[in-house]
């Protein structure tokens, strides 16, 4: 017998958490005697959803990596097929991380449970086949790029774009003068941020570079001020590791927004936090390095010409992608410097991101994301 008040969530990444928290606190909003369990991070545990696995253990980058976790990952599955089985619930509403979610969606329609597929995976760029079996085992798809509702219209699955969660939840909450002062710095000169992502091993591979960066962008501009976001999943000694006593950034936490935004060039990890850069209206240099393993895997597979979300919603390049070998302290240095010092591409650039900014949809996504879970499951129980 199926639980009608009790929804199965899924998101594997601090990301996925994020949407999801946001998601369900509307959903409780309309009703309030849903109850929520499955995968996911701080945030959902904050809007009481019942955390069974974290996704601080979920998040892997690179298939290598994936591949040296894979027992683990097999261990979690068929925990999360078991309890899918004991608990019957009326729905399983899974955000991003495809490589688990299309297999678990797989063993939910077996079960006749309805599947709602939330943050499409990326079949756009890479392993485009899987669209055909996401048709068959996701029963409504909710996107949030406009390009995505075209591209699985035509497999025939059911999709409706939402517009992007981002929207309603980027914005900072101190102005620059009076963030600048809390941290003890100057609000009238120019400010590096360093965003190295919220993955132990992205910040391990691209941190060490950012400071190497920040000394040779320091040599030619001495007064530069900087600033390091520590991302609010991972512990502080991870980057103490990497940290030198010389010229050592200003550190804050649970301010990524104000790093953002009151930066005026951020080196940043590729991933979301290209785009909440972009919906602050920052230019910035993105990086992505992993294994040399899985970087060369990645490529076989990867069938775009950008790596960057926010370059992929613009079409076209309009920030610089420095990845693996290309993501060295020089050519870091070298891009941000260029930010720095030409005004007009500078203007030009900001005039782009803002651009991409409305491609993401008007505020309101994960209330009308809401809505549409709320309406499939009423559709599906009668």
């Given at each position: 017998?199926?639980?009608?008040?009790?929804?199965?969530?899924?998101?594997?990444?601090?990301?996925?958490?994020?949407?999801?928290?946001?998601?369900?606190?509307?959903?409780?909003?309309?009703?309030s005697e849903l109850q929520f369990f499955g995968i996911g991070g701080d945030q959902m545990a904050s809007e009481n959803v019942e955390t069974i696995v974290h996704v601080r253990d979920m998040a892997f980058l690179g298939f290598w990596e994936v591949l040296k976790c894979l027992p683990f990952i097999r261990?979690?599955?068929?925990?999360?097929?078991?309890?899918?089985?004991?608990?019957?619930?009326?729905?399983?509403?899974?955000?991003?991380?495809?490589?688990?979610?299309?297999?678990?969606?797989?063993?939910?329609?077996?079960r006749g449970v309805p599947v709602l597929y939330y943050i499409s995976p990326q079949v756009w760029a890479w392993r485009k086949g899987r669209i055909k079996k996401i048709a068959r085992r996701v029963d409504r798809m909710l996107v949030i790029f406009p390009f995505e509702k075209v591209f699985y219209q035509k497999e025939g699955l059911d999709v409706q774009f939402v517009g992007h969660p981002l929207k309603d939840v980027v914005r900072t909450k101190q102005s620059k003068d009076s963030f600048f002062q809390s941290v003890g710095l100057d609000s009238t000169k120019r400010t590096v941020g360093l965003l190295p992502g919220s993955r132990e091993q992205e910040v391990r591979l691209l941190l060490p570079e950012m400071l190497k960066a920040l000394n040779l962008i320091k040599n030619e501009i001495p007064d530069l001020q900087s600033l390091?976001?520590?991302?609010?999943?991972?512990?502080?000694?991870?980057?103490?590791?990497?940290?030198?006593?010389?010229?050592?950034?200003?550190?804050?936490?649970?301010?990524?927004?104000?790093?953002?935004?009151?930066?005026?060039?951020?080196?940043?990890?590729?991933?979301?936090?290209?785009?909440?850069?972009?919906?602050?209206?920052?230019?910035?240099?993105?990086?992505?390095?992993?294994?040399?393993?899985?970087?060369?895997?990645?490529?076989?597979?990867?069938?775009?010409?950008?790596?960057?979300?926010?370059?992929?919603?613009?079409?076209?390049?309009?920030?610089?992608?420095?990845?693996?070998?290309?993501?060295?302290?020089?050519?870091?240095?070298?891009?941000?410097?260029?930010?720095?010092?030409?005004?007009?591409?500078?203007?030009?650039?900001?005039?782009?991101?803002?651009?991409?900014?409305?491609?993401?949809?008007?505020?309101?996504?994960?209330?009308?994301?809401?809505?549409?879970?709320?309406?499939?499951?009423?559709?599906?129980?009668?």
């Open positions: 017998m199926k639980d009608k008040k009790s929804i199965l969530i899924i998101a594997g990444e601090a990301s996925g958490d994020s949407h999801g928290a946001h998601l369900v606190r509307e959903l409780k909003k309309k009703r261990h979690v599955y068929i925990k999360m097929v078991a309890i899918l089985k004991e608990r019957q619930p009326s729905l399983v509403l899974l955000i991003d991380y495809p490589g688990f979610n299309l297999r678990f969606a797989k063993k939910a329609k077996r390091l976001g520590r991302a609010p999943t991972l512990p502080d000694d991870v980057y103490d590791s990497l940290l030198n006593q010389d010229r050592i950034p200003c550190s804050v936490r649970d301010k990524t927004y104000e790093v953002m935004a009151h930066s005026d060039v951020v080196m940043v990890a590729s991933g979301t936090a290209t785009l909440e850069t972009a919906i602050l209206g920052t230019p910035m240099v993105i990086l992505y390095k992993m294994s040399p393993l899985s970087f060369f895997i990645g490529r076989l597979l990867v069938k775009l010409k950008n790596i960057g979300l926010v370059n992929i919603v613009a079409g076209h390049e309009i920030v610089p992608e420095l990845i693996q070998d290309e993501a060295k302290a020089e050519t870091i240095a070298e891009k941000v410097l260029f930010f720095l010092k030409d005004e007009g591409q500078y203007i030009k650039v900001k005039k782009d991101l803002a651009t991409v900014s409305q491609r993401l949809g008007e505020a309101g996504g994960s209330i009308r994301a809401a809505g549409a879970v709320l309406e499939f499951m009423d559709q599906s129980a009668s």
